[in-house]
């Protein structure tokens, strides 16, 4: 027994000559880059940076990163404090209006991604710049509130194997009303090459609610399952209640912010020639811009055409086609009123692209669950088309 204990006692403690050495340094290289990768976070791989001398080298390595933007820094009078100090508040809520008249302005509050800049709790002087930020306390300075912001252009300046990107705005451009769905997903070259757009006026989910359906001319006889024996047709009281002129304005303001995103990618494309795709979305899921490999290359080769208006890329002459339902129930019994998807590809496509226009495979699968469901439903009923001139 006494030799038996003898020999624990030996396992448990190791000899002197091995204690010391660090076993996680034996991990080879391919290893923590693959641990990197699964992190993707670029302010998490900022941490990990200062961790060694090794970890240092590798994270300029990483393939696939993630940048969430924490905030929209702007220099307007009024909202300056405001701006850096309440970071809860929606920072794009304002930046477009459903008017037609004041389309424009908010565009240039989009501004350009600018160098470091410094946000304190006084307020300084006025500018009307304003950059997307990522924020980070630098050492000493937490105690006393300063954060020190950079764009996503700099936060990315030392990644050298970047394939995959993803960056996450705060909150959609889109400042909806309460109840009103309206998601978009955008392809883009040097220019637009196709956009999808699902809206509908309210969202009913499944529980006691469930029942209510008047709305935009919808009677009680149109509450049946998808609209009843309406064959699809658009009635008459959509184009006078104000119906059309809505989806309109969701149309050119989706695209618009679509158009504003690319505008902001292009120093970054043009920095990181290893990029396979890059996603630019925000936290509310309202819109997604995506470009694969072909996609990047051709907007460095053939440099985008700028808007003379805003700081956003010119949106070519457009053909669309829309799909309309006045009830539409899911499969998992949500039901949208006022469903609407809009398919958007440019007016001047080549012959292998016309080809394909017929093909709406592209639109069914531009959304994830529920909203792909509804998507598939929609394009079963009838088509519209429509026209749009560049802008």
Same mark, same amino acid.
């Given at each position: 027994?006494?030799?038996?204990?003898?020999?624990?006692?030996?396992?448990?403690?190791?000899?002197?000559?091995?204690?010391?050495?660090?076993? @996680?340094?034996?991990?080879?290289?391919?290893?923590?880059?693959?641990?990197?990768?699964?992190?993707?976070?670029?302010?998490?791989?900022?941490?990990?940076?200062?961790?060694?001398?090794? @970890?240092?080298?590798?994270?300029?390595?990483?393939?696939?990163?993630?940048?969430?933007?924490?905030?929209?820094?702007?220099?307007?009078?009024?909202?300056?404090?405001?701006?850096?100090?309440?970071?809860?508040?929606?920072?794009?809520?304002?930046?477009?209006?459903?008017? @037609?008249?004041?389309?424009?302005?908010?565009?240039?509050?989009?501004?350009?991604?600018?160098?470091?800049?410094?946000?304190?709790?006084?307020?300084?002087?006025?500018?009307?710049?304003?950059?997307?930020?990522?924020?980070?306390?630098?050492?000493?300075?937490?105690?006393?509130?300063?954060?020190?912001?950079?764009?996503?252009?700099?936060?990315?300046?030392?990644?050298?194997?970047?394939?995959?990107?993803?960056?996450?705005?705060?909150?959609?451009?889109?400042?909806?009303?309460?109840?009103?769905?309206?998601?978009?997903?955008?392809?883009?070259?040097?220019?637009?090459?196709?956009?999808?757009?699902?809206?509908?006026?309210?969202?009913?989910?499944?529980?006691?609610?469930?029942?209510?359906?008047?709305?935009?001319?919808?009677?009680?006889?149109?509450?049946?399952?998808?609209?009843?024996?309406?064959?699809?047709?658009?009635?008459?009281? @959509?184009?006078?209640?104000?119906?059309?002129?809505?989806?309109?304005?969701?149309?050119?303001?989706?695209?618009?912010?679509?158009?504003?995103?690319?505008?902001?990618?292009?120093?970054?494309?043009?920095?990181?020639?290893?990029?396979?795709?890059?996603?630019?979305?925000?936290?509310?899921?309202?819109?997604?811009?995506?470009?694969?490999?072909?996609?990047?290359?051709?907007?460095?080769?053939?440099?985008?055409?700028?808007?003379?208006?805003?700081?956003?890329?010119?949106?070519?002459?457009?053909?669309?086609?829309?799909?309309?339902?006045?009830?539409?129930?899911?499969?998992?019994?949500?039901?949208?009123?006022?469903?609407?998807?809009?398919?958007?590809?440019?007016?001047?496509?080549?012959?292998?692209?016309?080809?394909?226009?017929?093909?709406?495979?592209?639109?069914?699968?531009?959304?994830?669950?529920?909203?792909?469901?509804?998507?598939?439903?929609?394009?079963?009923?009838?088509?519209?088309?429509?026209?749009?001139?560049?802008?």
């Amino acid at each position: 027994m006494a030799s038996f204990r003898s020999d624990l006692t030996t396992r448990i403690y190791p000899e002197p000559d091995v204690a010391g050495v660090d076993h @996680f340094d034996l991990l080879p290289d391919s290893l923590l880059l693959l641990v990197f990768n699964k992190i993707g976070d670029v302010k998490a791989l900022g941490r990990c940076c200062v961790v060694s001398r090794r @970890f240092h080298s590798l994270v300029p390595q990483v393939e696939n990163v993630v940048v969430r933007v924490d905030c929209v820094i702007s220099d307007d009078d009024s909202s300056s404090a405001a701006a850096s100090s309440d970071k809860s508040r929606s920072p794009f809520s304002n930046l477009f209006r459903f008017v @037609f008249g004041g389309i424009v302005k908010p565009l240039q509050a989009l501004g350009q991604l600018l160098g470091p800049k410094r946000v304190a709790t006084s307020s300084g002087p006025s500018s009307s710049s304003t950059s997307l930020a990522v924020g980070s306390e630098e050492d000493g300075e937490g105690d006393q509130g300063g954060v020190t912001h950079h764009s996503p252009t700099q936060v990315l300046k030392n990644f050298n194997e970047i394939r995959f990107l993803r960056i996450e705005l705060p909150s959609g451009e889109l400042g909806i009303e309460d109840g009103v769905l309206l998601k978009w997903r955008a392809d883009f070259g040097s220019t637009l090459d196709n956009c999808v757009i699902l809206g509908a006026s309210s969202v009913v989910y499944p529980g006691p609610t469930k029942s209510l359906c008047l709305q935009e001319g919808v009677s009680d006889a149109g509450c049946g399952n998808n609209g009843g024996d309406d064959n699809g047709s658009i009635p008459d009281s @959509f184009y006078t209640n104000g119906g059309l002129k809505l989806r309109v304005v969701w149309t050119i303001s989706s695209l618009i912010a679509a158009s504003a995103r690319h505008y902001l990618l292009q120093p970054i494309i043009s920095e990181h020639k290893t990029l396979d795709n890059l996603v630019l979305t925000d936290a509310d899921g309202q819109g997604v811009l995506s470009m694969n490999r072909d996609q990047l290359e051709e907007l460095r080769v053939k440099p985008l055409s700028a808007s003379s208006a805003s700081k956003r890329t010119l949106v070519p002459a457009l053909n669309m086609r829309l799909w309309y339902a006045p009830h539409l129930e899911l499969p998992d019994g949500v039901v949208l009123k006022g469903a609407t998807l809009v398919a958007i590809r440019p007016s001047e496509l080549s012959s292998t692209a016309k080809k394909e226009v017929s093909d709406v495979s592209w639109v069914s699968t531009a959304f994830g669950e529920p909203y792909g469901a509804a998507a598939r439903m929609l394009v079963k009923r009838r088509t519209y088309c429509l026209e749009m001139n560049s802008f």
